[in-house]
């Protein structure tokens, strides 16, 4: 099982970008991926995109396409999640998640970090 | 890009009541189906993977099954914990994404 610890709230004005860090303990990560996961106040749940810890290869929803960067630390225990010209439509939870090479499901989720956008 | 309806949008039920939860993909689904719980300010929890398959620690009275377009998770004799929100996942090949279903809410009658 990988523990997920994601860093904490972030409050932005619109056009501002936004950093969100998810740092993974216990299992190896040699063999999963890290996505994130975005819920709007009281929505449900929207796929961001996914990273490769190991060779840094990503995938991302193409509603994001252009504003959103996922990059792993230098450790490849961490990923970033960075999102650009941010307007209120982006406030929500942010969860990173990991999956199993051999699956097409999210094992472990990290705590979630609220992000605010407001002028 | 496969769309996922779940159905109904909120189930009303009594404890030690059985809940049927439905999940219609828009077309064949060749990947695997996952179903999670969410309860109020937490994240997800994996219940069930490969359709049918529990992810360790979920208790017998989960219960995942279907195939191509219609999935369905069953909760048998609802327990307090048990009223939350449900979702359905999986992922899509091309473009290759991931996609939830928008949610059934479990609620206590």
């Known amino acids: 099982q990988v523990h997920l610890v994601q860093s904490g709230a972030e409050v932005k004005k619109p056009g501002a970008s936004v950093t969100v860090s998810c740092k993974a303990s216990?299992?190896?990560?040699?063999?999963?991926?890290i996505h994130w996961v975005r819920q709007a106040p009281g929505q449900g749940l929207e796929w961001v995109g996914r990273?490769?810890?190991?060779?840094?290869?990503?995938y991302y929803r193409q509603k994001f396409q252009g504003r959103v960067t996922i990059i792993r630390g230098t450790s490849s225990t961490t990923a970033y999640l960075e999102l650009s010209r941010v307007t209120s439509d982006d406030t929500g939870v942010y969860y990173c998640?990991?999956?199993?090479?051999?699956?097409?499901?999210?094992?472990?989720w990290g705590q979630g970090t609220l992000v605010t956008i407001s002028s | 890009e496969i769309v996922l309806t779940q159905s109904p949008a909120t189930l009303s039920l009594s404890p030690g009541d059985t809940a049927t939860l439905s999940c219609r993909a828009s077309?064949?689904?060749?990947?695997?189906l996952a179903w999670y719980q969410q309860k109020p300010a937490q994240a997800p929890r994996l219940l069930i993977y490969?359709?049918?398959n529990r992810a360790a620690g979920i208790p017998a009275r989960f219960n995942g099954s279907g195939s191509a377009t219609d999935f369905t998770l069953t909760i048998s004799s609802l327990e307090p914990e048990d009223f939350a929100l449900y979702y359905c996942?999986?992922?899509?090949?091309?473009?290759?994404?991931?996609?939830f279903g928008q949610g059934t809410k479990v609620e206590i009658k």
């Open positions: 998640a990991t999956q199993q090479q051999d699956g097409d499901h999210f094992e472990d």
């Open positions: 216990g299992d190896s990560l040699t063999d999963s991926f």
């Open positions: 990273i490769n810890p190991n060779s840094g290869g990503t």
């Open positions: 077309q064949n689904v060749t990947r695997f």
């Open positions: 490969d359709a049918s």
């Open positions: 996942q999986l992922r899509n090949d091309w473009p290759v994404s991931w996609t």
